[in-house]
């Protein structure tokens, strides 16, 4: 049973070796630890001082800088290729305790999940501003409707998975985050999950992936509504449909019950065409945005094909076994 640990760095030469020196070296029921660290193109010494690290087997360095989401993917793709049966991803800011990695990994060992989440306790956080809270609070909720199970803390970057899941993975849909697709993309396959309470270590330094609170509301609403009409296209296109279906639907009845009771039976004009005009208009729209759904949701069900033969054929190549 080997076990890789990532962890993507952008300029982290200042705290890579401590987050290398707190991850623990030898774990119950696993025979090897190694660490990969990923550089995103970073200017400073990162790469040499992660080369020199003794638990370091591999360094991925990209050309350029690409972003978190391709930093952890390649990180993804270069344990796979170590042979890890369980990968590990943290940060390279020793945020996240690496003390509780071998619990972290204990449902994977176990059989019993094939991805863990180390969930933060985000009220507990003093250092998280009252939006960054707000705003964590409910993407964690609107994931986890999509994803139809309950994570407290989806953008939690403390996470197991297992070799298979591993072969899962991919981002699409954002550069700068894999966190809330990732726990998406597993959890539409099925995939079982569970959940590790932890606490984090006091901050090091201020975030590197978002500069402020604004940016972090911003960034994290644009990435769930992304993942929304990526990962769930019918129900979002259902809902407007709705919206404006049913309303439509209202008015032509209205119309058609005034036609009725008055014009056919009592032979008096009954007007009320404004009513028809408009709820033409909306049933229209209401119509068009269900075919839409349907649309959507065959190419949602296209992508999940290719999402297999992606899978299958990580399997049939080198990164497999
Ligand atoms: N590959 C890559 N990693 C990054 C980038 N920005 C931050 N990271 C790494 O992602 C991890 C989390 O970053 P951090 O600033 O601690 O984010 P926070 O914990 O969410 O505030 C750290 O290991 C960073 O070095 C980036 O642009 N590319
Ligand atoms: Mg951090």
New binding site residues.
């Given amino acids: 049973m080997k076990l890789v640990i990532q962890?993507?760095?952008?300029n982290?030469e200042e705290f890579i070796t401590a987050a290398l020196d707190a991850l623990p070296r030898s774990i119950a029921g696993v025979d090897s630890v190694e660490a990969v660290v990923?550089d995103?193109g970073s200017s400073d010494r990162t790469s040499e001082i992660a080369r020199a690290h003794p638990l370091v087997r591999k360094v991925v360095r990209l050309p350029y800088?690409?972003?978190?989401a391709?930093?952890?993917m390649a990180g993804i793709a270069a344990s796979l290729d170590l042979g890890a049966d369980i990968i590990v991803n943290t940060?390279?800011?020793n945020?996240y305790p690496a003390s509780r990695i071998p619990e972290l990994i204990r449902p994977v060992l176990d059989g019993k999940a094939e991805f863990v989440i180390g969930c933060r306790n985000i009220e507990e956080i003093r250092h998280f501003s009252f939006a960054k809270k707000i705003a964590q609070r409910l993407g964690s909720r609107v994931v986890s409707a999509i994803c139809g199970q309950q994570v407290p803390d989806v953008?939690s970057?403390f996470r197991a998975f297992s070799r298979n899941s591993a072969l899962w993975l991919d981002v699409v849909s954002s550069k700068?985050t894999y966190t809330l697709e990732t726990l998406i993309r597993l959890a539409s396959r099925g995939i079982p999950i569970s959940v590790l309470e932890i606490s984090v270590n006091p901050p090091v330094r201020s975030?590197?992936?978002?500069k402020s609170s604004v940016e972090y509301v911003v960034r994290s609403a644009g990435d769930i509504l992304k993942l929304f009409y990526t990962y769930s296209p019918l129900k979002l296109f259902l809902f407007f449909a709705a919206l404006f279906g049913l309303p439509g639907l209202f008015l032509i009845f209205r119309f058609l019950y005034f036609y009725i009771t008055r014009t056919l039976i009592q032979g008096i004009a009954s007007g009320y065409i404004q009513s028809l005009t408009l709820g033409t208009a909306a049933l229209t729209i209401g119509v068009f945005m269900l075919l839409m759904g349907v649309l959507s949701d065959l190419i949602f069900t296209n992508r999940k094909i290719l999402e297999k033969i992606l899978f299958h054929q990580h399997i049939n190549s080198k990164n497999g076994r």
């Fill in positions: 962890i993507p760095c952008y982290e990923i995103d800088h690409q972003g978190l391709a930093g952890f940060d390279a800011d945020q953008t970057g700068y975030s590197r992936l978002m």
